[in-house]
């Protein structure tokens, strides 16, 4: 193993005052859901909005004043990025931020926000990656990588240590996995500070490259996940070994249960967590018995997610509890049956959000007209409350998926 | 005036272990926002995620036990009730809480959730009033305010000793106002450790209770807001002479303002606030000159909002940045023209989120169709180019109120 708890222990002095120490809290409403007991570290409420942060300033601290001066380059589409960009300019150090030409344009302006030169290059990570270090080797100057380094990942397991600070009863930690660097520098904190406590990853289940790893397996890798901060293909060579020695378990978590996780995060516990932030959420919710009775501390990562698919996500989960539903009905094609069925929605105490009525189609009959109707309701049992009344007085309701233009 | 700084100090330790010491930290986005020096108080990381569980606690500890054994109630259709009903149970005390017949079904179950027996009665607060008075001297329960009452006071008041503890730098409180309770024990607090700090009141603007009180002025007061939790006609009378003394200034805020409040603390604070707790922001964004320069504590006083509502807000936000963008294009009406308009409009870099293709109405010549199109955009910018770019191919774009069906 590369790095030892006095690494972490140093990067923690290092770090101290420039990087938050964030909140760490009871969660009464995730105890409640997974039947643990959990505690929550809000890395979100870092000022770049992820842990990326400490690890970050945990390498440029550590440059010589030469190198300090020809600048630094760092890759990334996300948390990393602005991570780099905010603290090199505290720093007084020019910083380079190579980012693939797909990157959305809200996280390469928050990163020119943070002062970043920001090089647009390459249609994937990896062209990126290639064209990236061209770029450091023609300027001479010093990679800052996201995750496969000493001082990145010594920075991150300074979390641990302010977890188990906090609480030193915790009996297992879980953290997300991407490149590795994160659950690294925790385990070897964490481990050595208490050596029975479990450090459990969880990781996206379409980028299962640890698990890989790990288990000498070959899953396929790829597919659009909510959790694209963990979505790496190759995990970094100074991580693994650590893995493999210090973590307990990899558990990989589906699309399904990392949009379960930011929901309750956001519904919950009231906080902004992205996919790769809820991760470890994520990893509770498919695997409840692993945790029950327990106390865990989960890492909220990250909470740098589009405001439309959050959005999205909490109409979804809406849809899924029932509390909004949409249905079709066939009615009478004559004056006065819209008003007397959404009367009835009325005083059945739906409140509705869409309407498309129709008479233009061949499904329905010609002296017919189709009405889709949108509703909100107090819950699943309200729901088929109001379907019923409307099946009784001959309207015939089948539900459809809600269209949403948010989906 | 009712309390002093040795109630709110006494009410501290009451409630010490209790209730959570919520974070105090320094929100550096919000800041550069507003042009001051922002930290913010997470009262929403509360269990019930708001402040009013400080001065519930402080209140209940008070009972003798003859009080304790009868039990007590409260009256209200929000963050109250839930304070209330989850300190009641943590101590054994039965708990009564009436709220009107209107109150949202998910505030009803949360509060249930905690234990508390609701009575639902009056369609209106000031009816749930009457009602639960009548309850209370039936069965000899003891009355807990929400606000008027010098033991809830005192409670609230211990969020401004936190903050000036943590900070003692800060030169602004600034507090949502609805019955005062909240402004007026922090004000008691603030103004006895520091003299030169200046307390800020922020009232929504179509509840203007405390505005009318202080000023004797008679603006209307009522109408829909999104900050429910401090929609109030009648302010407390023990707030009010506090108020008056030792409060600078009562900031009134538009829904407009604390729309965009709410949201900004979602996107760039990545936490969750409601209407009424984010008035405070609203208040610097109403006023910004008020606060230039200024170090502001803000307390973010509760986050239960409705998912849907959130969901709402953020995509109105996007539409207001022009992030989402709907036009309405005339287009002939033949087969293919739908395919060549939706790939000109990929290669323009315009992400389609609904495409509403009728042929059918009279307001388009009878050889045309309308195409109402909304796409998401990278920004403001780059929905004028494609706007642009369709009226120089003679689409005739219209831009029109996007119509999703969050609104």
Do not use: C
């Not at 909140?23 to 997974?34: D, E, F, I, R, V």
């Not at 010589?64 to 720093?91: D, E, F, K, W």
């Not at 208490?194 to 969880?202: F, H, L, M, N, R």
Request: without cysteine; charged residues 20%; hydrophobic residues 45%.
């Amino acid at each position: 193993m590369s790095i030892a708890l006095a690494d972490v222990e140093a990067a923690r002095r290092a770090i101290a005052g420039h990087v938050v120490d964030s909140p760490m809290l009871a969660a009464p409403k995730l105890s409640a859901l997974t039947e643990a007991s959990v505690f929550v570290k809000y890395e979100n409420l870092q000022v770049t909005n992820s842990f990326k942060e400490r690890g970050a300033f945990n390498k440029l601290i550590s440059l010589s004043s030469a190198q300090r001066g020809r600048g630094i380059i760092a890759m990334s589409a996300g948390n990393h990025a602005q991570a780099v960009a905010y603290h090199a300019r505290r720093l007084g150090i020019p910083a380079t931020i190579v980012m693939p030409l797909t990157t959305p344009f809200v996280k390469i302006e928050a990163t020119r926000g943070y002062g970043g030169e920001v090089v647009l290059e390459g249609e994937t990570i990896a062209e990126a990656q290639v064209r990236a270090e061209a770029i450091a080797r023609e300027r001479g100057l010093t990679w800052v990588h996201p995750y496969d380094d000493d001082l990145v990942m010594a920075g991150q397991g300074t979390i641990a240590l302010e977890m188990l600070e906090e609480i030193p009863e915790l009996d297992m930690l879980v953290l997300p996995v991407g490149g590795g660097g994160l659950i690294a520098g925790n385990a070897v904190a964490a481990r050595a500070l208490k050596p029975s406590i479990e450090v459990i990853g969880a990781e996206a289940a379409l980028y299962p490259s640890m698990w890989n790893a790990v288990h000498g397996d070959h899953r396929p890798i790829g597919g659009p996940t909510l959790a694209e901060g963990i979505a790496v293909r190759n995990v970094g060579k100074l991580a693994l070994p650590i893995v493999r020695q210090l973590v307990s378990e990899i558990i990989l978590v589906d699309e399904t249960h990392l949009e379960r996780a930011v929901n309750a995060y956001l519904t919950l516990q009231k906080t902004m967590a992205e996919g790769a932030g809820a991760a470890g959420l994520a990893a509770m919710l498919v695997r409840p018995e692993r945790f029950h009775g327990r106390k865990v501390g989960l890492v909220l990562g990250g909470g740098n997610i589009d405001p439309r698919i959050l959005a999205s996500i909490m109409v979804r989960e809406l849809e899924r509890e029932e509390r909004i539903v949409s249905f079709r009905l066939t009615i009478p094609d004559r004056p006065g049956v819209l008003g007397q069925i959404a009367t009835r929605l009325g005083q059945l105490g739906a409140n509705i959000l869409g309407v498309d009525h129709r008479r233009l189609f061949l499904d329905v009959p010609a002296k017919g007209a189709r009405l889709d109707v949108t509703v909100e309701t107090r819950d699943r049992a309200h729901g088929e409350e109001i379907l019923s009344a409307l099946a009784i007085e001959g309207y015939q309701p089948a539900r459809i998926e809600a269209a949403t233009t948010m989906e």
